[in-house]
């Protein structure tokens, strides 16, 4: 059974920073697509910044392009999101995903072709 677990959530004001991982245990993590997506509370999950294990190949939504960075660390089958300049817009639940394979079904955002999701961890960003 894959099981992804989140931390580094938190409180922080606008211009801070915080570091959000994501450890996946009970699967091959290699040569996949993980991702992480947020949601606001009566709103759509959306996509934030996904990176392919396979060959670090990263992806990101234009609102964090230039402020946000995922990496990986394979030996520990980790994932980072590195969100940097923070802003009150960036405030929701932030959730780590896993894709099924190799490919995606569909979009890096979409969040319906990812497979396997962890529990969410909150960030919040104060003005």
């Known amino acids: 059974q894959v099981q992804l677990v989140e931390s580094g959530g938190g409180s922080v004001q606008a211009g801070g920073s915080l570091r959000l991982s994501c450890a996946a245990s009970g699967d091959t993590y290699s040569r996949k697509y993980m991702g992480w997506f947020r949601q606001v509370s009566g709103k759509e999950r959306e996509g934030v910044a996904t990176i392919y294990t396979g060959n670090d190949s990263t992806f990101y939504a234009a609102s964090v392009k230039g402020r946000f960075t995922i990496s990986q660390d394979n030996a520990k089958n980790t994932v980072y999101l590195q969100m940097d300049n923070l802003k009150p817009e960036d405030t929701a639940m932030y959730y780590c995903?896993?894709?099924?394979?190799?490919?995606?079904?569909?979009?890096?955002?979409?969040?319906?072709?990812?497979?396997?999701w962890g529990q969410g961890t909150q960030v919040t960003v104060s003005s």
């Open positions: 995903a896993l894709g099924p394979g190799t490919t995606l079904a569909g979009s890096w955002y979409d969040w319906s072709v990812y497979k396997f």
